[in-house]
């Protein structure tokens, strides 16, 4: 017979969160659940920026009943007004006896203060419970919530001997459905996908996301310093999602007009040949796009893990051997002398989809 615990009803909150990963833009997912004399009586998942957070919806489910109550919440309860009134208020109105909590806040305006707040209200509070798991799904939040600057997610393709496409450069396909499929849930649950203009005078892609149920599409941005993208080109052709372009103050002042004029964004970043990468995160940032899916080619991988501006890679890896000396592959840059001087990924896992390896991490820069 199954004991129910603090952690069941954790974990259930858990589940529900995560449910919501890519709703949500800059904001975290939560999860919220409401237990009264062994019952569940309110559950609450927070679904959009600037709507009510999940302890609201648990809490209008619960009504009346929320008295004496248990609040089990995966993320510490706002303590200010935002977008929305703060959680620990409303929490402290429905008269809740004790409040589970699995992390604290690291956005600075909250950093304990609602857990404060609670204690003060006279609410019992516990903090820590299945604190990794909540850390680790609110990985993107946690980061711009404290940096300014947007997570980034490497996702790429390979076959076994590390190559992305044949010496031809065909790339169709490198991995198979399984895969494929969830780098259109990586898709969905990142605000934008970065992509390298090689990829898209090669491929002419939407950069949208495909899945088996309806989803999100992300920010489209291009890196092109010259400007070479066309204006036929389907990123800028199809409004349904918005296109940035990230240049150079180089780039033809003619041609950012006339992208501008269709409606794509053009971003100056860097006053030489190359995009400053590292300007760009910055403004990227400041254009409150927290976390980007990319989706790069070697280059484009190179240049931003060598600028230590990648903070996961989630490799899939066909189990196949193409060739190929000039056959492009996963980074390309110059490289380091030694192998004491690699980059390591930290925290691996490894999984399987279909017949491909998945492979992720988070690479650990010799600066750290």
């Known amino acids: 017979m199954e004991v129910i615990n603090d952690s069941y009803y954790m974990s259930l909150a858990l589940d529900m969160a995560a449910k919501a990963a890519g709703q949500t833009g800059i904001n975290p997912v939560v999860g919220c659940v409401v237990v009264k004399e062994g019952r569940i009586i309110g559950i609450g998942t927070h679904l959009k920026r600037g709507t009510g957070h999940a302890e609201v919806h648990a809490l209008q489910m619960a009504g009346d009943e929320a008295e004496g109550s248990t609040v089990y919440v995966t993320l510490e309860p706002c303590s200010h007004f935002g977008k929305t009134p703060p959680c620990c208020e409303r929490i402290i109105d429905a ?35 299945l604190e990794e798991r909540s850390r680790s799904m609110n990985e993107r939040f946690n980061k711009y919530i404290t940096t300014k600057l ?161 903070d996961k890679i989630v490799l899939h890896m066909a189990t196949k051997i193409i060739g190929g000396a000039e056959a492009p592959g996963t980074f390309t840059f110059e490289g380091f002398e030694k192998m004491s001087q690699a980059i390591e990924l930290k925290q691996v896992t490894v999984e399987t989809a279909g017949e491909d390896i998945v492979i992720a991490g988070y690479p650990a820069y010799r600066n750290e």
Do not use: Y
């Not at 310093?225 to 990230?246: K, N, P, Q």
């Open 95 to 129: 008269k809740a006896a004790r409040v589970v909590v699995a992390t604290t806040d690291p956005n600075p305006q909250v950093a304990g203060r609602g857990i404060s707040r609670l204690r003060e209200a006279g609410i019992e509070v516990e903090v820590g419970l």
């Open 150 to 310: 947007p997570f980034v997610t490497l996702k790429t393709a390979s076959t076994l001997d590390g190559k992305i496409a044949s010496k031809t450069g065909d790339s169709r396909w490198v991995t198979g459905a399984a895969a494929r499929e969830q780098v259109h849930t990586l898709r969905h649950q990142h605000e934008a996908i970065m992509v390298g203009i090689g990829t898209v005078l090669a491929d002419d892609p939407l950069l949208t996301t495909r899945a088996q149920v309806p989803a999100i599409d992300p920010v489209r941005i291009i890196v092109d310093s010259r400007l070479r993208l066309s204006l036929s080109a389907r990123v800028v052709t199809d409004r349904s999602v918005r296109t940035i372009v990230l240049t150079t103050a180089a780039a033809d002042s003619e041609k950012a007009a006339q992208l501008s004029a269709a409606g794509v964004e053009v971003l100056t970043c860097g006053e030489g040949n190359e995009v400053d990468l590292n300007k760009a995160i910055r403004k990227l940032g400041e254009l409150e796009i927290g976390s980007i899916l990319l989706e790069g080619g070697g280059k484009l991988n190179g240049a931003m893990l060598t600028a230590g501006l990648i």
